[in-house]
Nanobody, 125 residues
Framework: QVQLVESGGGSVQAGGSLRLACAASGYNYRINCMAWFRQAPGKEREWVSGIQRGGRATYYADSVKGRFTISQDNAKNMVYLQMNSLKPEDTAMYYC??????????????????WGQGTQVTVSS
């Protein structure tokens, strides 16, 4: 199983930026995607962004498109989420996840077998 550790969360004002990082270890052939999910208080966890492992294809939820950028450093086994123009509604616990998906526009949590512990992002107005 892949081990994932997130970092980089914090508190910022609206309009600010944060960069989340996810350190991965124990990759195996069953992983073809790295993704970020988030869960706000009282809400279900939602998919935010995904990147094809080893590739360049990136995917974003409409709510973050144009503001967030996902990237990876294969040599360091790191995945990043650069978050710009943050809004109060971006406040949530952010989770890094590794899984096997079809890249068909669906990102079911059941396809992600490895999760990090989460890092909190708080955006104040």
């Amino acid at each position: 199983q892949v081990q994932l550790v997130e970092s980089g969360g914090g508190s910022v004002q609206a309009g600010g930026s944060l960069r989340l990082a996810c350190a991965a270890s124990g990759y195996n052939y069953r992983i073809n995607c790295m993704a970020w999910f988030r869960q706000a208080p009282g809400k279900e966890r939602e998919w935010v962004s995904g990147i094809q492992r080893g590739g360049r294809a990136t995917y974003y939820a409409d709510s973050v498109k144009g503001r967030f950028t996902i990237s990876q450093d294969n040599a360091k086994n790191m995945v990043y989420l650069q978050m710009n123009s943050l809004k109060p509604e971006d406040t949530a616990m952010y989770y890094c996840a590794a899984g096997l998906v079809s890249f068909d526009g669906r990102w079911p949590e059941t396809q992600f077998g490895s999760w990090g512990q989460g890092t909190q992002v708080t955006v104040s107005s």
